[in-house]
């Protein structure tokens, strides 16, 4: 009988060696959960950052393809003999008119329809402070003659630079933007610095900057 309960007494774990497991499974569990929730949080970042570069690519892509639109129809493409009387022609495309840093503002037939498009590409607010949005809007041509204004759509948001567009001509030499263009704009750079809309874990927006350039096929 004395034997039966040595073995007993033998068998099983102190309450003290129950505690320390415990305690070591709860740190082991605790790690593995932080490293989760890090490794989640990281994952989440990096599809905003991969969004963001989507959607100003996506922008940039639209902008360029509307620029070497731009001028065309224009008026050296008709016929003498049917040639309209001026620029102020609704059929007539008289490329850029009003070029900014934070605007742009041309006519062109962007979808390849015969009708000439008054295209607005805009910063709003248009000289910040920001986070700002770009705007694109259009409107045919005759309607904007008539007054109509055009409506327009948000292209990219939590933008952080105010300059997006600077001009160039032929020889690779900036050209001042600040209004009508000149003769000798030949090209638009455009320059889009984005911010991710919410913080990571250790408080740090992830930012992505994307620049491209489009040539300026017709001023006039």
Wanted: charged letters at 15%; a negative charge; hydrophobic letters at 35%.
């Amino acid at each position: 009988m004395n034997c039966n309960k040595k073995r007993f007494s033998g068998q099983g774990f102190t309450l003290l060696e129950l505690m320390i497991s415990v305690a070591i499974l709860t740190t082991v569990v605790g790690v593995v959960v932080s490293s989760l929730i890090q490794l989640q949080q990281r994952n989440k970042m990096e599809g905003v950052t991969v969004d963001l570069t989507q959607e100003s690519r996506e922008f940039m892509d639209q902008i360029v393809n509307d620029i070497h639109q731009s001028g065309y129809p224009s008026l050296k493409m008709f016929d003498p003999a049917s040639k309209p009387q001026g620029l102020n022609d609704p059929g007539v495309s008289q490329g850029f008119v009003n070029v900014t840093p934070a605007s742009l503002q041309f006519e062109a037939d962007v979808d390849g329809s015969g009708t000439v498009s008054e295209v607005f590409i805009q910063l709003n607010p248009i000289n910040g402070p920001c986070p700002c949005t770009i705007q694109r809007g259009t409107i045919s041509k005759q309607q904007w003659l008539g007054g109509a204004q055009p409506f327009y759509y948000t292209q990219v948001t939590n933008i952080n630079n105010t300059a997006i567009f600077q001009g160039y001509d032929n020889s690779g030499n900036t050209v001042a933007l600040g209004g009508p263009p000149t003769n000798n704009l030949a090209a638009i750079e455009i320059t889009l610095s984005v911010r991710s809309p919410s913080p990571d874990t250790n408080g740090y927006r992830p930012t992505i900057t994307m620049s491209t350039a489009a040539k300026v096929a017709n001023l006039n």
